[in-house]
């Protein structure tokens, strides 16, 4: 979803770079010069119809699948007759208004992250330095608060204090309340972009649409220390996720007195998913989702809206098909998908520590090949960074995509076959990652030249190792 949205805005800077270098452009100089110089992997009409259509029509596609997970039995034909027999006008009809219910349990939840983002200690971390010289510091508290969450949410419901079933029974109305809410969210970001942004690393393009858009802080604060984009990206987001699997789990057991082993593979496997990502919450502070990508519609879009829904809906689509796969099956599957994680995970884990040791580790039990490539940025600085061509990274260069894709298909397939809508989630994260696979290639081509030239001799499959995709070598 985000790369996307990302996609529309390079290919967008490109056009307009030329007419308008603006204060923006003065912010983001590394970022401009990947963007003006690479050759862009859409071409600008067709990432223009890509950010409208995601504007138009992801909101309803967000209502319609809750519709047809909860009302229509998981089936996108029962859905289609529906509103075909009932005019489309009926669309509206279906459409959950945001009730007092669903405001308050997101208020509930929110502040509830909010205050555990504040207040939970945690370890100081540095994240990359930005465009502007800036150095963001976080509290690395990710894991305690996952962990109190979840111990919270368990205790609320063995306790008889609040019943997660509540948040299944109202979930039309919560989304809908998010995807208002996320709205005043980021008119919110867009003001404060412009009348007291919390550092330099801000700016605007010119283009009205394109700051509400894209955003215009890259790291967004309330006060010194409330990080915006860890809240709506981590601790909303993410967190929502592991918090959903569990009421999806505990309705089924409401409603059936017992909880399918489908379900069950399914709830562990989404939740060692979101524990992994927990634990590695630091790692994610220096990837683009943070480092480069400025917080704004889309980022809200994606974080706080798109997340807890298309990303949970395997397990909603569970609640009402208790699928018995039988013990030996479940554990296979369990097996597969645990593996799966880890290996994503080891991935992450590889590239870096090697970065953070400056190459000076071992990958797989031996000294790493490495590449040592020099980039110029913006202002004429020369940097050295260092590319890792063993390990995971030797394989392929986006190796780590093919088992974060298997980790999704392994939670979804206790659905079996009966059903195509919960196999979304799964064909939509192939898309996104083939295609930022091919975006961060042209992004690491034009920052890094004749060594990213170089690393693709060494490494010339892109994603899968053994289909080789041979890269178009510039
Ligand atoms: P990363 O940003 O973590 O890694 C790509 C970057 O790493 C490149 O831009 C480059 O940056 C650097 N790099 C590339 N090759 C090498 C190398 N050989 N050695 C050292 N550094 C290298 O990737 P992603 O953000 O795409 O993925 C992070 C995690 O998030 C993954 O586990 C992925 O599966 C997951 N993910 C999940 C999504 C979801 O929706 N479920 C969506 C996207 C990602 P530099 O400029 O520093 O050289």
Redesign the pocket.
């Known amino acids: 979803m985000e790369?996307l949205y990302f996609n529309a805005l390079q290919a967008i800077l490109k056009v307009e770079k030329s007419e308008r270098p603006n204060r923006l452009w003065l912010v983001d100089k590394e970022k401009m010069v990947a963007t003006t110089e690479s050759k862009t992997v859409h071409s600008a009409l067709v990432t223009y119809v890509s950010m409208l259509s995601l504007l138009a029509f992801c909101p309803p596609f967000v209502i319609l699948l809750w519709y047809t997970m909860v009302h229509a039995d998981g089936s996108v034909l029962q859905t289609w007759y529906y509103l075909k027999q009932n005019g489309f006008q009926k669309f509206v009809g279906i459409c959950p208004r945001p009730t007092a219910v669903a405001w308050k349990i997101i208020a509930c939840y929110a502040a509830f992250e909010a205050a555990l983002q504040l207040l939970l200690p945690g370890k100081r971390v540095e994240g990359p330095i930005s465009p502007a010289g800036n150095r963001p510091v976080y509290n690395a508290n990710g894991m305690a608060a996952y962990a109190v969450t979840l111990i919270t949410y368990l205790s609320l419901w063995r306790f008889g204090i609040f019943n997660p079933t509540i948040v299944y029974d109202h979930l039309g109305e919560i989304f809908s309340a998010l995807i208002f809410g996320s709205f005043i969210f980021c008119i919110f970001l867009y003001i404060k972009g412009h009348l007291a942004p919390s550092s330099s690393d801000s700016g605007s393009c010119g283009n009205i649409i394109l700051d509400f858009y894209w955003g215009m802080e890259l790291y967004p604060r309330i006060g010194k220390n409330f990080d915006i984009k860890v809240f709506t990206n981590c601790r909303f987001g993410m967190m929502s996720w592991a918090v959903l699997a569990v009421t999806y789990c505990i309705k089924q057991y409401e409603s059936n007195g017992r909880v399918a082993d489908s379900m069950l593979v399914n709830t562990i496997l989404m939740l060692a998913y979101v524990t992994k990502f927990f634990w590695w919450e630091a790692g994610y502070w220096s990837?683009?989702?943070i480092a480069h990508d400025r917080a704004g519609f889309y980022i809200c879009w994606g974080c706080l809206v798109w997340v807890p829904s298309i990303y949970t809906s395997p397990g909603m689509y569970l609640v009402n098909h208790p699928v018995n796969l039988g013990t030996q099956l479940a554990f296979y599957i369990l097996v597969a998908g645990i593996l799966c994680i880890y290996i994503?995970y080891d991935?992450?884990r590889q590239?870096q520590e090697?970065?953070r040791t400056n190459g000076k580790c071992l990958v797989w039990g031996k000294s790493p090949s490495k590449i040592v490539a020099t980039y110029t940025t913006a202002s004429g600085v020369t940097k050295n960074?260092?590319?890792?061509?063993s390990g995971w990274?030797g394989l392929a260069?986006h190796f780590?995509?093919v088992p974060?894709i298997s980790a999704a298909f392994f939670w979804t397939v206790p659905a079996l076959f009966n059903d195509f809508l919960p196999y979304f989630y799964v064909i939509f994260?192939t898309i996104?990652?083939f295609d930022?696979a091919n975006r961060?290639d042209d992004?690491?081509r034009s920052?890094y030249g004749k060594y990213w030239k170089l690393?693709c001799e060494k490494v010339p499959y892109k994603i899968i190792p053994e289909f080789r995709t041979k890269a178009v070598l510039m």
């Not at 960074?385 to 061509?389: D, Q, V």
């Open positions: 790369d990837t683009m989702d994503n991935c992450d590239r090697f970065r960074s260092l590319l890792l061509t990274w260069r780590h995509y974060e994260l996104l990652l930022r961060d992004r690491c920052k690393y």
